[in-house]
């Protein structure tokens, strides 16, 4: 059986083994290939006539599976599918598979860390520490931003899958109250700091609005001028 | 009845109103006047014959306080009040008072902001982007410092307080275990994620050290080579 990881290098810059694919077949390792659709001859060419092919962000359009004549599986290396047209894989009998939870607490604990930094600006404060901002002040507290405390505000959060639950209850953790848009709702995770809300109401009321939601087509845009 | 603030500039650089305090007697706001215990002296004669002496970080000594004849009352603007002699306050019949509650939530928040820039280095990678560093890079990810999830790993908090309490929160949310330090220990807040400890512990066992301890003769130092 032969085995096609078309982006390795995003998983694997070097510190990680393969070894555990390469125990089912012959293994064929690209740092990568083209991230650009319109490349598919390239990347149909790259799969061959291999059965297995992973993916990391490789677009797998439906032309470039019409070229992977022994294609059974697309191991997607990563949570988010819409790289590959799911749609043609079914028709074809393709296997799709993505990783939903490897990322989880870390994209959580990121989107938290990008909301700290334009609250606090800590590198920045710190690079000014350094030049001698501080020393050079008359007073014992030196900030040259405005700090923002989020305890008492509220977080908006569109897609409150895995991903977004976990932002959400750090920033519960933070004093924030939690509204959520999504199309599944899970009412035992309500509570009197996080509610279920609709996309208008969500809007209106969010002093911070964090995207947990996969791209589709429905989600496309979702942030626009009329918003 | 004389009332005056030592060092206003740092809670008020011109934000907020003094006018409530105003409204009990003659108010006299100096931006700031030293830092520096040495100078006992001046500060004694900026707060004369009031009554009532307000300071953020002006400390008030024991030599301080004995110049200062009509004083009844010391209101220190902030959390922390090693700055003010209290033994010798007591002795006086001089009333100290702090504030242990107006930071709780921005401290563990700001914590967490220093932690999270540890582990992310947003304003860096921000700074490296806009220099055409992705950019420019073959991959679709693009990090220039390797990256740390917090989740799974130890914070050890010396001074398990509201403060302490509030960062212990935060961390647990981000799938941290939490370990804590504290004389009074309150066994309603230990559970599967969070336990009092000894120090010697704490020390071995924590991926993260978070102090959130007053500073006493006792804490001095706590942070040594030995350790």
């Given at each position: 059986?032969k085995?096609?990881?078309?982006d390795?290098?995003?998983?694997?810059?070097?510190?990680?083994?393969w070894?555990?694919?390469e125990?089912?077949?012959?293994?064929?390792?690209?740092?990568?290939?083209s991230?650009?659709?319109?490349?598919?001859?390239?990347i149909?060419?790259?799969?061959?006539?291999?059965?297995?092919?992973?993916?990391?962000?490789?677009?797998?359009?439906?032309r470039?599976?019409e070229?992977?004549?022994?294609?059974?599986?697309?191991?997607?290396?990563?949570?988010?599918y819409?790289?590959?047209?799911?749609?043609a894989?079914k028709?074809?009998?393709?296997?799709?598979t993505?990783?939903?939870?490897?990322?989880?607490?870390?994209?959580?604990?990121?989107?938290?860390?990008?909301?700290?930094?334009?609250?606090?600006?800590?590198?920045a404060?710190?690079?000014?520490?350094?030049?001698?901002?501080?020393?050079?002040?008359?007073d014992w507290?030196?900030?040259?931003?405005?700090?923002?405390?989020?305890?008492?505000?509220?977080?908006?959060?569109?897609g409150?899958?895995?991903?977004?639950?976990?932002?959400?209850?750090?920033a519960?953790?933070?004093g924030?109250?939690?509204?959520?848009?999504?199309?599944?709702?899970?009412?035992?995770?309500?509570?009197?700091?996080?509610?279920?809300?609709?996309?208008?109401?969500?809007?209106?009321?969010?002093?911070?609005?964090?995207?947990?939601?996969?791209l589709?087509?429905?989600?496309?845009?979702?942030?626009?001028?009329?918003?």
């Amino acid at each position: 059986m032969k085995i096609v990881v078309l982006d390795g290098y995003t998983l694997n810059p070097g510190d990680l083994s393969w070894d555990g694919i390469e125990k089912f077949g012959e293994l064929t390792v690209y740092d990568r290939v083209s991230y650009d659709e319109k490349d598919e001859d390239i990347i149909a060419k790259k799969v061959g006539d291999a059965e297995i092919a992973f993916t990391n962000k490789t677009p797998v359009t439906r032309r470039a599976m019409e070229k992977m004549h022994n294609l059974r599986y697309i191991g997607v290396l990563a949570t988010g599918y819409n790289i590959v047209d799911v749609a043609a894989a079914k028709e074809k009998g393709v296997v799709v598979t993505n990783i939903p939870t490897y990322g989880t607490d870390s994209v959580g604990q990121f989107a938290i860390a990008l909301l700290l930094e334009m609250c606090h600006h800590v590198g920045a404060h710190s690079d000014s520490v350094i030049r001698g901002d501080w020393a050079s002040n008359p007073d014992w507290c030196y900030w040259n931003y405005p700090l923002i405390e989020l305890s008492g505000k509220t977080m908006g959060i569109i897609g409150y899958g895995r991903i977004g639950q976990t932002t959400g209850r750090i920033a519960q953790a933070l004093g924030m109250k939690v509204i959520a848009v999504d199309t599944y709702k899970n009412p035992a995770l309500e509570s009197d700091t996080m509610k279920y809300v609709e996309l208008d109401e969500l809007f209106a009321k969010s002093d911070v609005i964090v995207l947990h939601c996969p791209l589709f087509e429905s989600t496309k845009g979702i942030i626009n001028k009329e918003n």
